[in-house]
T-cell receptor
Framework: GQSLEQPSEVTAVEGAIVQINCTYQ??????LSWYQQHDGGAPTFLSY????GLEETGRFSSFLSRSDSYGYLLLQELQMKDSASYFC?????????FGKGTMLLVSP | DSGVTQTPKHLITATGQRVTLRCSPR?????VYWYQQSLDQGLQFLIQ???????AKGNILERFSAQQFPDLHSELNLSPLELGDSALYFC?????????????FGPGTRLLVL
């Protein structure tokens, strides 16, 4: 089976940088995805890493190290609207397995 | 708006009953996925269909069943309902099934079993 570990909660202030870590154990690993979910809303896709390294998309970046079974999501220039839950998810051939999510609280 | 639609938005029912949740994927997407999200279990993958055929099974209970119709919409049936089935049920869709496409999530159906 698969297992993922990520912190349950992270707090930061507006304008700051925050990193949300994710470690995983799985077989048949394809890649690591990140999703954002605002309270009561639908998860929305942020990024996908299949290869080692850093992928940048605007204020958000995602990193993967396949040898360490580790990835992170980096959020820069935090805004109040970034307060949400962030899920890492492991892709195998046929499934997407989500971690339990990290609640990010951004304060003024 | 992801382009994935789900009905109903909310459902309140009683233990022992049967409910049907409906999902229409984005135009052009052939894969449909069902997820259950509860406070203590997080987002759990239930089942995937691709072009009408079951493709992958996750933590779906035997009391639950699903299907994908020729027009590619999908339905998730839950029966008989138990209190622990109260959760948010999301449907997602993707173009194919290679495992690398982005999944687009619908707004979800909030189910409350009393």
């Amino acid at each position: 089976g698969q297992s993922l570990e990520q912190p349950s909660e992270v707090t930061a202030v507006e304008g700051a940088i925050v990193q949300i870590n994710c470690t995983y154990q799985t077989s048949g690993f394809y890649g690591l995805s990140w999703y954002q979910q605002h309270d009561g809303g639908a998860p929305t896709f942020l990024s996908y890493n299949a290869l080692d390294g850093l992928e940048e998309t605007g204020r958000f970046s995602s990193f993967l190290s396949r040898s360490d079974s580790y990835g992170y999501l980096l959020l820069q220039e935090l805004q109040m609207k970034d307060s949400a839950s962030y899920f890492c998810a492991v892709k195998t051939r046929s499934t997407l397995t989500f971690g339990k999510g990290t609640m990010l609280l951004v304060s003024p | 708006d992801s382009g994935v639609t789900q009905t109903p938005k909310h459902l309140i029912t009683a233990t022992g009953q049967r409910v049907t949740l409906r999902c229409s994927p984005r135009s052009g997407d052939l894969s449909v996925y069902w997820y259950q999200q509860s406070l203590d279990q997080g987002l759990q993958f239930l089942i995937q269909y691709y072009n009408g055929e079951e493709r992958a099974k996750g933590n779906i209970l035997e009391r639950f069943s699903a299907q994908q119709f020729p027009d590619l919409h999908s339905e998730l049936n839950l029966s008989p309902l138990e209190l622990g089935d109260s959760a948010l049920y999301f449907c997602a869709s993707s173009v194919g099934t290679s495992g690398e496409e982005t999944q687009y999530f619908g707004p979800g159906t909030r189910l409350l079993v009393l």
